[in-house]
Nanobody, 120 residues
Framework: QVQLVESGGGLVQAGGSLRLSCAASGSIFSISHMGWYRQVPGKERELVADIDKRGRTEYGDSVKGRFTVSRDNAKNMMYLQMNLLKPGDTAVYFC??????????????WGQGTQVTVSS
């Protein structure tokens, strides 16, 4: 099994910054894509940022230019630097990873989420 644990969420004023971390552990041979998603009550989960193992990134339109995703393949860690935060960024942020196990199969895993609240 694989576990994903997010950390770094909290309360911040508009214009401030936060850095989220995601730690993957367990039966991991390799990780292809890792991503950050967010969700608010009553809405679908949306992509915030995605990064592959070569470091190629993709961002949701609403966070481009403000958020930066990165990862440390050796440590199975992913980060999200969030700058110029807006009240609209308030959500629960989830980590996702596409993991190749030692059997050769790929599976998708989710963390439990971390709350980010941006006050105006």
């Amino acid at each position: 099994q694989v576990q994903l644990v997010e950390s770094g969420g909290g309360l911040v004023q508009a214009g401030g910054s936060l850095r989220l971390s995601c730690a993957a552990s367990g039966s991991i041979f390799s990780i292809s894509h890792m991503g950050w998603y967010r969700q608010v009550p009553g809405k679908e989960r949306e992509l915030v940022a995605d990064i592959d193992k070569r470091g190629r990134t993709e961002y949701g339109d609403s966070v481009k230019g403000r958020f930066t995703v990165s990862r440390d393949n050796a440590k199975n860690m992913m980060y999200l630097q969030m700058n110029l935060l807006k009240p609209g960024d308030t959500a629960v942020y989830f980590c996702n990873a596409h993991v190749k196990g030692y059997s050769g199969d790929f599976s998708s895993y989710w963390g439990q989420g971390t709350q980010v609240t941006v006050s105006s």
